[in-house]
Each structure stands twice: as structure tokens, then as C-alpha cells.
């Protein structure tokens, strides 16, 4: 089948979501799973199929979505009440939308990869080289590298696993709780 | 305080301490929240108000709670019962928000009721959390109801709260979703925004309806 030309073709919109939990690693089969269930669910399959949500890319913790033009809301309705991807609990925070990739991508550049400012947490020790979850840090050219530390919050002593500005996640050190708690500096300054 | 989420569980009940779900709020759009049982503070830019949820108890004992919760400016909260419970609950100086009643039976809150939360200026709240993460027939049902409080919203004007009931940054929303959310309940704009004013709304002293000059 022929390509057609550019103005018959239908009019698309690109979605630029960031998807939270920072750092945690979403596929994107899974995830176009979870948002077709979703959009499904909500709207039911004539809006979906008028809708035709797809998933282009998953790059740097940021998914570029797809959907017709027209049906942005709907879709962006859709995506908030994702909660799951695969027994992993995420939440799509909608950024921008855009009628191509391109400048979805300038704006991933824009606000650049998970950015580590190391200087601003407490930490009791920075000892741990035994395989235990590490930092999602980044440098200046957004390559992530990898540090482990712990702190205390609450008596118990944490894992730090993610670090951005002022918002730290940890997960409690041990092999039974595994749940992570989303904390600032200021909590863990906090004694 | 024009936006703010109605109610938020910080840890130790969430896993996200109250600091960390005032900083995600002011990033969502939010100028406060209602986060439960934690002292009223200022964090993040964001004004945190004390919560309080008060929940299967007779009428008696809520009343004695209230007092307890008295002076302090904290928002109390009730959860929704039974019809006569609500009636009663409506009616009771110092309850703030009626919560949850999408969970009460069909006729919990009906026009009487409604008549005495527009009196007493006791507000409905309007908790997404079911609408985000249920699916099929329970989000069915809890939508219905809404649409049912709203019917009765436009006919006698009490005050309405929308919250998110997130016990975590995740389970909160940017208010552009919530809007979303709302226009799906027939709500428009002006709607939504006197809804998120509503915590506002309700702890602001009343005016008086006649004024003595001299």
C-alpha cells in the first residue's frame, strides 16, 4: 500500500509524559498495556479506537506518546488515572504536548536527565558495595552513574535510591521491606 | 488558599512525609493541602492544614471529638453513614467536610441533608482516588453518585471539596487533571474552581447577613 501524501494523512499529537517513580525501569510494551487498559476502561473502545493511543518512545525516564489530534484531552485524562504498569506503581505527569517529536525531545534535553545534587543530603555513612540498589545519579552530559548511601529518617536507617534537588527516595534497608518513601532534604536533616 | 487538595495521608499512614507532598503539590498547581493528623505549617511554600478524619462513630461521639479538635483550626472531616447519621452530622457546629460518600448507600445524602449542609455550610467532598484508580462497575458506581450530589449541588449551593486521598507524591494530580476529572462529573471550570477554594470557603468566619453600621 502507497503511502499517502502529507495532507491526506490524519493530523497526529505528541505527548511528552515523565513518568514517576524516577528511575524506575518501565518497558514500553508494558506500559502501552497499561494505557490502553486504561484509555479502554475509561472511554470505551469507539473513543479509543478514534483516539488510537500509541507509545513511541521511552527515553531518559520521559515517555513520548502519540495520540489523534483532537483527542489530547481525552487522552491526557486517560493517562492520569494510570496507577500500574506491571505490578509497578507509576504516575504519568503530563508535560507538554507537541505536533512533533523533535521538540518533545528539545524539551527532554531542556530539562535534562535525574540530576544528583549530592552536596544537599545528610548522609551517616557512604559505605555499601554489596549489590544493594545504587543512586540514579547524572553528570553534565546526562550519563547516569551510580552511588550508594544510607541515612536515617525516623530511627530506621534507609537506603538512599534517588536523589533530585530537594526530593530523596530511600527504601529501608534489609530484605522485608522494600517499599519506597518519598522524603525531602529537610527530612533527613531532621533528627 | 484558592487550590487545595481536601485530603492527603503523609507517613507515617502514606510513604510520602508531609514536606515531600507540599513540595509535590505547589509543583501540581496546589497553594494547600489538608494532610491528616499532622500540625498545621507552612512547607515548601505551601500551606499545610491539620486534618482530621472522624470515622465510625455515633453522632455523640463525633460531637465530643469536634470539641477536642476545637480552637485549633484543624479541618475535620466526617465520614458518611447512613442517611440519618449525615442528617445529623450536617448539622453539627464545627464538622467541616462530609467525606467518603461515595462508599455510603445510595440514599445517604439526600435533599434534607443537603438542605442542612447548605445551612450549616457543611461542604461534600468530592475524593478522585476512586475514579483513578478503580475500574468498571465501582468507578461506575462512584461516578453516579457524584453526578447525583452535583444534581443536588446546583439546587441548594453547599459548599464542595475535591481531594485526592493520596497517601503517596504518586496518587496526586496537577489541577489540570483534576479539571479533567470534574468536566467528566458535568463540571465546568467556574465549578471546579469553587470546588478547589472550597477548604477555603468553609474555614473562613461567616459573614454576617445584617450588618449594624451605627
Redesign the interface.
Given at each position: 500500500m502507497s503511502t499517502r501524501p502529507p495532507t491526506l494523512r490524519e493530523k497526529r499529537r505528541y505527548l511528552l509524559a515523565k513518568i514517576e517513580p524516577c528511575g524506575v525501569p518501565v518497558d514500553g510494551k508494558d506500559l502501552y498495556y497499561a494505557i490502553h487498559e486504561a484509555t479502554t476502561s475509561l472511554w470505551g473502545d469507539v473513543v479509543v479506537a478514534a483516539m488510537q493511543p500509541v507509545v513511541i518512545a521511552i527515553e531518559d525516564g520521559y515517555a513520548i506518546l502519540r495520540c489523534r489530534r483532537g483527542t489530547e484531552r481525552e487522552y491526557a485524562i486517560a493517562l492520569s488515572t494510570i496507577t500500574v504498569c506491571r505490578d509497578t506503581r507509576i504516575a504519568l505527569r503530563i508535560i507538554a504536548t507537541s505536533g512533533t517529536i523533535d521538540s518533545l525531545r528539545d524539551r527532554i534535553k531542556d530539562r535534562g536527565p535525574y540530576v544528583m545534587e549530592g552536596g544537599e543530603v545528610t548522609a551517616t555513612e557512604t559505605t555499601d558495595n554489596s549489590g544493594s540498589p545504587s543512586v540514579e545519579t547524572g553528570d553534565s552530559n546526562g550519563n547516569p552513574s551510580t552511588d550508594t548511601r544510607d541515612c536515617t529518617f525516623d530511627t530506621r536507617v534507609y537506603q538512599i535510591v534517588h536523589c533530585d534537588g530537594h526530593k530523596v527516595d530511600v527504601i529501608e534497608k534489609g530484605f522485608k521491606n522494600t517499599h519506597r518513601l518519598f522524603l525531602t532534604t529537610a527530612d533527613l536533616e531532621e533528627k | 488558599m484558592k487550590i487545595t487538595d481536601a485530603c492527603v495521608y503523609p507517613?507515617?499512614v502514606g510513604?510520602?512525609?508531609v514536606?515531600?507532598l507540599a513540595?509535590?503539590a505547589r509543583q501540581l498547581g496546589y497553594d494547600s493541602i489538608v494532610a491528616v493528623d499532622t500540625p498545621a505549617c507552612e512547607a515548601?511554600g505551601v500551606i499545610v492544614l491539620s486534618g482530621l478524619i472522624i470515622a465510625g462513630m455515633p453522632v455523640k461521639d463525633v460531637t465530643n471529638q469536634i470539641k477536642r479538635g476545637k480552637g485549633h483550626g484543624v479541618v475535620v472531616s466526617v465520614q458518611a453513614r447512613d442517611n440519618g447519621f449525615n442528617r445529623a452530622v450536617c448539622g453539627l457546629k464545627g464538622v467541616h467536610i462530609l467525606r467518603d460518600i461515595a462508599c455510603a448507600d445510595k440514599y445517604a445524602f439526600d435533599h434534607v441533608a443537603a438542605k442542612i449542609a447548605a445551612d450549616n455550610g457543611t461542604a461534600l467532598d468530592l475524593d478522585l482516588s476512586p475514579?483513578?484508580?478503580q475500574?468498571?462497575h465501582t468507578?461506575e458506581k462512584v461516578i453516579h453518585r457524584y453526578f447525583d450530589i452535583l444534581v443536588l449541588h446546583n439546587r441548594f449551593e453547599f459548599p464542595l471539596t475535591i481531594s485526592s486521598g493520596a497517601r503517596?507524591?504518586?496518587?496526586?494530580?496537577?489541577v489540570?487533571?483534576v479539571s479533567?476529572?470534574c468536566?467528566?462529573l458535568g463540571m465546568n471550570i467556574q465549578d471546579t474552581e469553587d470546588a478547589l477554594a472550597g477548604v477555603g470557603k468553609i474555614l473562613a468566619p461567616k459573614e454576617m447577613a445584617v450588618k449594624v453600621l451605627s
Amino acid at each position: 500500500m502507497s503511502t499517502r501524501p502529507p495532507t491526506l494523512r490524519e493530523k497526529r499529537r505528541y505527548l511528552l509524559a515523565k513518568i514517576e517513580p524516577c528511575g524506575v525501569p518501565v518497558d514500553g510494551k508494558d506500559l502501552y498495556y497499561a494505557i490502553h487498559e486504561a484509555t479502554t476502561s475509561l472511554w470505551g473502545d469507539v473513543v479509543v479506537a478514534a483516539m488510537q493511543p500509541v507509545v513511541i518512545a521511552i527515553e531518559d525516564g520521559y515517555a513520548i506518546l502519540r495520540c489523534r489530534r483532537g483527542t489530547e484531552r481525552e487522552y491526557a485524562i486517560a493517562l492520569s488515572t494510570i496507577t500500574v504498569c506491571r505490578d509497578t506503581r507509576i504516575a504519568l505527569r503530563i508535560i507538554a504536548t507537541s505536533g512533533t517529536i523533535d521538540s518533545l525531545r528539545d524539551r527532554i534535553k531542556d530539562r535534562g536527565p535525574y540530576v544528583m545534587e549530592g552536596g544537599e543530603v545528610t548522609a551517616t555513612e557512604t559505605t555499601d558495595n554489596s549489590g544493594s540498589p545504587s543512586v540514579e545519579t547524572g553528570d553534565s552530559n546526562g550519563n547516569p552513574s551510580t552511588d550508594t548511601r544510607d541515612c536515617t529518617f525516623d530511627t530506621r536507617v534507609y537506603q538512599i535510591v534517588h536523589c533530585d534537588g530537594h526530593k530523596v527516595d530511600v527504601i529501608e534497608k534489609g530484605f522485608k521491606n522494600t517499599h519506597r518513601l518519598f522524603l525531602t532534604t529537610a527530612d533527613l536533616e531532621e533528627k | 488558599m484558592k487550590i487545595t487538595d481536601a485530603c492527603v495521608y503523609p507517613y507515617p499512614v502514606g510513604n510520602s512525609s508531609v514536606r515531600r507532598l507540599a513540595l509535590e503539590a505547589r509543583q501540581l498547581g496546589y497553594d494547600s493541602i489538608v494532610a491528616v493528623d499532622t500540625p498545621a505549617c507552612e512547607a515548601e511554600g505551601v500551606i499545610v492544614l491539620s486534618g482530621l478524619i472522624i470515622a465510625g462513630m455515633p453522632v455523640k461521639d463525633v460531637t465530643n471529638q469536634i470539641k477536642r479538635g476545637k480552637g485549633h483550626g484543624v479541618v475535620v472531616s466526617v465520614q458518611a453513614r447512613d442517611n440519618g447519621f449525615n442528617r445529623a452530622v450536617c448539622g453539627l457546629k464545627g464538622v467541616h467536610i462530609l467525606r467518603d460518600i461515595a462508599c455510603a448507600d445510595k440514599y445517604a445524602f439526600d435533599h434534607v441533608a443537603a438542605k442542612i449542609a447548605a445551612d450549616n455550610g457543611t461542604a461534600l467532598d468530592l475524593d478522585l482516588s476512586p475514579i483513578i484508580s478503580q475500574r468498571g462497575h465501582t468507578r461506575e458506581k462512584v461516578i453516579h453518585r457524584y453526578f447525583d450530589i452535583l444534581v443536588l449541588h446546583n439546587r441548594f449551593e453547599f459548599p464542595l471539596t475535591i481531594s485526592s486521598g493520596a497517601r503517596s507524591v504518586l496518587d496526586m494530580r496537577p489541577v489540570r487533571e483534576v479539571s479533567g476529572f470534574c468536566s467528566l462529573l458535568g463540571m465546568n471550570i467556574q465549578d471546579t474552581e469553587d470546588a478547589l477554594a472550597g477548604v477555603g470557603k468553609i474555614l473562613a468566619p461567616k459573614e454576617m447577613a445584617v450588618k449594624v453600621l451605627s
